[in-house]
Structures are given as C-alpha cells and as structure tokens.
C-alpha cells in the first residue's frame, strides 16, 4: 500500500483510506487472498500429516495458562471463519484431500466476490 500511495503522491498525514486509494486505482487485494489460500493449503497439509507436535500446535493444544485480556485469533480461528465450517466439519473434509482443494478454491473465490463488492 505504500507503494501505492506514492505513486498518487499521497502523504502519510492525509487521512485516506486503503479502500479508497485501491478504488482510485482499479485495484484489488491479492496478496491477502494469496496468503489465505496458502494457509489453508499449509493447515490440510499438516493435519494430514504424522507429525502430531505441528498438529497440535495448528490446532492451538499447547498447555499453560492463557493469558490474560481478549484471546488472540488463532490458526484454527481463520480457518473456521474463512470456510464457514465448524472444526469437526474441516477435519473430516480435509482426509479427503481433493475434496479439501475444491473448499480451498471456493473460499478464496468467495473473498475475492467479498472484496469486490465491498469495494
């Protein structure tokens, strides 16, 4: 985004939106969709995995305390949100690992419809 509001020689001190400088641009956000698709990707790979440390911490199982304050948004938190499943939902899809990339497919198509008419 920097790059871009040098390009419109936009100072950092006028109060513009990303929004509103992707709009004057004919832009869109695809690298945000980029690293959602490879998230997804990373998070069938490893729960298909053997590897039962990189699981668990996917999956947010580490003992100790919480802290304190709102929780943070884990791994599996963007997971749920971005494939409208709940978690038992994406295990079960993602043994199957063709019907895992078509979910993949449909939730970054989904995002760029969001985007796109949010915009």
Partial sequence: MWFYRRLLRIS???RRTDQSILEELN???????????R??????HTCRSKCTLMKNILQGRMEGKR???????NYIDNIK?????TTREIYDVILERDVWR????????????LGNDAG
């Fill in 81 to 85: 949100s971005w494939t409208q499943m």
């Fill in 27 to 37: 832009e869109e956000r695809k690298l945000l969709n980029y690293i959602k698709k």
């Fill in 39 to 44: 998230k997804l990707t990373f998070f069938g």
């Fill in 12 to 14: 950092w001190r006028e």
């Fill in 67 to 73: 802290q304190r304050g709102r929780p943070r948004i």
């Fill in 102 to 113: 078509q979910m993949v497919h449909e939730a970054v198509r989904a995002a760029n419809v």
